[in-house]
């Protein structure tokens, strides 16, 4: 359960923002998650929600502004960030097809030099995911979308993150595999006490799963609140269809 009585958040990022050349990705966005939260960040396409995690993992071009971890600028350089405590599941799963299983879990804990560590964490990664023990002998190409999934989840948990950043985890997978997919987020949020901010297209599902959610449009949040709050207004709606518009233009 997420530390609610204060708003001191775990990752912050204020006011940030990111351009492509002419193109304004985000446009001096804050938002943040606390420790033990699930967050949502939600919105069209081309709003900034990649954006978002890319910021955070020194992969986009951050213009302004600044990301803290753990109250403290991050400054880590992208392949260290991993060691801060913060794991990135990327969009298409990106799994290593031709390694097995196994193989592919070991590579999210490459820089841990602690044997025992490493067994510790495949044992419970193995136990959060069977399906991920059943196969783990097997080249991840064999693999259906869902079970890839599953392997880029538990790649990214052999980190021992106190952060998971997922985007898109639900993209382009059957619909019955998308619930089984949004249960075991919910798993590694409520087991694990594993602090998740998660981009994702899938609005119903993921609402059901997180504590709190951010609305993006045009690189901007729009919306902030409980899923509750989200579902009581017509921000989605607005923003999906175009016709939002910021309260200084209106
Ligand atoms: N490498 C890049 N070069 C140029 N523009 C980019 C690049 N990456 C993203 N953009 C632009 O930045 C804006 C935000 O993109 P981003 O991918 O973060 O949106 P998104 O909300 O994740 O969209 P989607 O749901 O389509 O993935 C878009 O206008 C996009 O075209």
């Not at 900034?48 to 971890?69: D, F, H």
Request: aromatic share 4%; proline share 5%.
């Amino acid at each position: 359960m997420a530390d609610t009585q204060t708003d001191v958040k775990l990752l912050d990022l204020v006011d940030i923002s990111v351009h492509y050349g002419a193109v304004v990705a985000l446009d001096r966005i804050s938002l943040g998650v606390r420790r033990g939260e699930a967050v949502a960040v939600m919105g069209p396409n081309g709003a900034g929600k990649s954006t978002v995690l890319k910021a955070i993992m020194g992969l986009a071009p951050v213009v302004g502004g600044e990301v803290y971890w753990r109250q403290e600028p991050l400054a880590a350089a992208t392949h260290e960030i991993v060691k801060e405590g913060i794991a990135f599941v990327p969009q298409g799963r990106r799994v290593f097809t031709h390694l097995t299983v196994a193989e592919n879990l070991e590579m999210g804990c490459l820089y841990l030099n602690d044997p025992a560590e490493k067994d510790r964490r495949m044992d419970s990664v193995m136990e959060l995911f069977p399906v991920l023990h059943e196969k783990r002998g097997d080249l991840a190409s064999q693999m259906s979308g869902g079970q890839q999934q599953m392997l880029a989840l538990g790649r990214g948990l052999m980190a021992g993150p106190e952060v998971l950043l997922l985007d898109e985890p639900t993209l382009g997978l059957a619909p019955i595999v998308v619930g089984e997919v949004f249960q075991k987020v919910s798993e590694i949020s409520d087991r694990l006490n594993t602090t998740i901010l998660v981009v994702e297209h899938n609005i119903k599902g993921v609402l059901d799963i997180v504590d709190r959610a951010y609305v993006l449009d045009k690189g901007r949040v729009v919306h902030s609140g409980t899923p509750q709050s989200v579902r009581d207004t017509d921000i989605l709606t607005r923003v999906f269809l175009g016709q939002y518009t910021p309260p200084e233009e209106e």
